[in-house]
T-cell receptor, first 111, second 115 residues
Framework: DAKTTQPPSMDCAEGRAANLPCNHSTISGNEYVYWYRQIHSQGPQYIIHGLKNNETNEMASLIITEDRKSSTLILPHATLRDTAVYYCIVRSGGSQGNLIFGKGTKLSVKP | GAVVSQHPSWVICKSGTSVKIECRSLDFQATTMFWYRQFPKQSLMLMATSNEGSKATYEQGVEKDKFLINHASLTLSTLTVTSAHPEDSSFYIC???????????FGPGTRLTVT
């Protein structure tokens, strides 16, 4: 699975959009981009995933560049409860294997 | 989404004793379950992968005789930390995959403290 690069930390004001970037320049054609988050002392929570089209669900939007070498997770209206470590993971779409977690981005939402 | 539970959520045990942690998929059949370990301020590290009815596959550096994994049914996997030592104190997290490619759901984790 391709490696990802994320900034170690970001701050965001409550109520504003949080845009979390991820670089995955070695992604291959059959690999999806997954986003998970981990709130302190809890298990990871699935947020969203995509292949090449932009995706949106009730939690977030995922914007993938046309060359698929990077993506951005957007939390449209961040709340204090969105403070967490966000992990961007690239994996084969048909894979049933484990997820490989990097260091992620620590997002701090501030009042 | 699918729900995975873990029990207990936290446990304190004395050095030398064994501790069993359960991981259950509540509303789907988990063909594969994964066990992760997370030390403070670090990311999740995979310990082992288990498929129902077969022996677990351990990652390099994880002692299979110390961390016993049983995946006897499609909804239950257990991790037993044998002869626990203080350095085994950690946050243990399981996850489960169903039949749909790419899906994986995580349990809430178990905090183990060995005194």
């Amino acid at each position: 699975d391709a490696k990802t690069t994320q900034p170690p930390s970001m701050d965001c004001a409550e109520g504003r959009a949080a845009n979390l970037p991820c670089n995955h320049s070695t992604i291959s054609g059959n690999e999806y981009v997954y986003w998970y988050r981990q709130i302190h002392s809890q298990g990871p929570q699935y947020i969203i995933h995509g292949l090449k089209n932009n995706e949106t669900n009730e939690m977030a939007s995922l914007i993938i560049t046309e060359d698929r070498k990077s993506s951005t997770l957007i939390l449209p209206h961040a709340t204090l409860r969105d403070t967490a470590v966000y992990y961007c993971i690239v994996r084969s779409g048909g894979s049933q294997g484990n997820l490989i977690f990097g260091k992620g981005t620590k997002l701090s939402v501030k009042p | 989404g699918a729900v995975v539970s873990q029990h207990p959520s936290w446990v304190i045990c004395k050095s030398g004793t064994s501790v069993k942690i359960e991981c259950r998929s509540l509303d789907f059949q988990a063909t594969t379950m994964f066990w992760y370990r997370q030390f403070p301020k670090q990311s999740l590290m995979l310990m082992a992968t288990s498929n129902e009815g077969s022996k677990a596959t351990y990652e390099q550096g994880v002692e299979k005789d110390k961390f016993l994994i049983n995946h006897a049914s499609l909804t239950l996997s257990t991790l037993t930390v044998t002869s626990a030592h203080p350095e085994d104190s950690s946050f243990y997290i399981c996850s489960a995959s169903g039949n749909r490619p790419g899906e994986q759901y995580f349990g809430p984790g178990t905090r183990l403290t060995v005194t």
